[in-house]
């Protein structure tokens, strides 16, 4: 039962920690910049200022699919965000150009990531399946449920370590806004807020992932008694 609780506990922080990202973006994404920069050139300066030139800042589709991929070097943006002048799309444009920097400086916790991500990207492919199968047929097969649960610790651990990767990218972002000029006194702490904001989403899934991991050993010990 209490598993239970904390579950529903977890659905609700999540949502309410979604909607209240979703509308601080909105609104820091309608107070402009006092030097009228665009998110790309913000993107830009922070990878100068940082001595890094061979990382290509591209515009893509959707809302808050703003992204950094280390296997090609892109800084993905987007297009509110390239396009944007506002506070939000600077914040989200310096935060992705953070991991880029990690990147460069070789960040120990986003190569770790890095080495994750093709046996994270094989378990998300099947975990689902197998942890179904391994719960039907728990009684006969209990190495199914098993094998699942190790595929799902492996996102769990992803998500883990993930936090530090993001909230080390953010605070590379507000440091060089700061001492960049790009955000000004009086702005600054409106893009502090919406960083914060996004970072509790990842402590939420985390939370969220490891929950759902003890409820599936919960479920595997409780066949074997």
Same mark, same amino acid.
């Given at each position: 039962m209490?598993?239970?609780?904390?579950?529903?506990?977890?659905?609700?922080?999540?949502?309410?920690?979604?909607?209240?990202?979703?509308? #601080?973006?909105? =609104?820091?994404? =309608?107070?402009?910049?006092?030097?009228?920069?665009?998110?790309?050139?913000?993107?830009? #300066?922070?990878?100068?200022?940082?001595?890094?030139y061979d990382v290509k800042i591209e515009s893509v589709q959707g809302q808050l699919t703003d992204h950094y991929n280390p296997a090609n070097k892109t800084v993905n943006l987007s297009q509110e965000v390239y396009n944007g002048r506002s506070i939000s799309a600077a914040a989200v444009a310096a935060?992705?150009?953070?991991?880029?920097?990690?990147? $460069?400086?070789?960040?120990?916790?986003?190569?770790?990531?890095? =080495?994750?991500?093709?046996?994270?990207?094989?378990?998300? =492919?099947y975990v689902t399946w197998i942890l179904l199968a391994g719960i039907l047929l728990i009684q006969r097969f209990p190495g199914i449920l098993l094998a699942g649960i190790v595929l799902f610790a492996l996102t769990t651990i992803f998500s883990f370590i993930t936090l530090p990767v993001e909230i080390n990218a953010s605070k590379r972002a507000l440091v060089w806004l700061s001492t960049s000029g790009i955000t000004s006194y009086e702005n600054h702490s409106k893009a502090e807020d919406a960083l914060r904001w996004a970072a509790y989403t990842y402590v939420i899934? $985390?939370?969220?992932?490891?929950?759902?991991?003890?409820?599936?050993?919960?479920?595997?010990?409780?066949?074997?008694?």
């Amino acid at each position: 039962m209490s598993i239970w609780v904390i579950f529903i506990g977890i659905m609700v922080a999540s949502m309410i920690v979604s909607l209240t990202m979703q509308s #601080k973006f909105k =609104k820091y994404s =309608k107070i402009p910049l006092d030097n009228g920069m665009s998110g790309r050139e913000v993107a830009l #300066k922070m990878l100068q200022d940082n001595g890094i030139y061979d990382v290509k800042i591209e515009s893509v589709q959707g809302q808050l699919t703003d992204h950094y991929n280390p296997a090609n070097k892109t800084v993905n943006l987007s297009q509110e965000v390239y396009n944007g002048r506002s506070i939000s799309a600077a914040a989200v444009a310096a935060h992705e150009c953070g991991h880029a920097v990690q990147h $460069a400086k070789a960040y120990a916790w986003l190569g770790f990531r890095s =080495k994750l991500v093709p046996a994270v990207s094989f378990s998300s =492919k099947y975990v689902t399946w197998i942890l179904l199968a391994g719960i039907l047929l728990i009684q006969r097969f209990p190495g199914i449920l098993l094998a699942g649960i190790v595929l799902f610790a492996l996102t769990t651990i992803f998500s883990f370590i993930t936090l530090p990767v993001e909230i080390n990218a953010s605070k590379r972002a507000l440091v060089w806004l700061s001492t960049s000029g790009i955000t000004s006194y009086e702005n600054h702490s409106k893009a502090e807020d919406a960083l914060r904001w996004a970072a509790y989403t990842y402590v939420i899934a $985390a939370l969220g992932s490891l929950v759902t991991l003890l409820w599936y050993i919960m479920i595997f010990t409780g066949s074997r008694r």
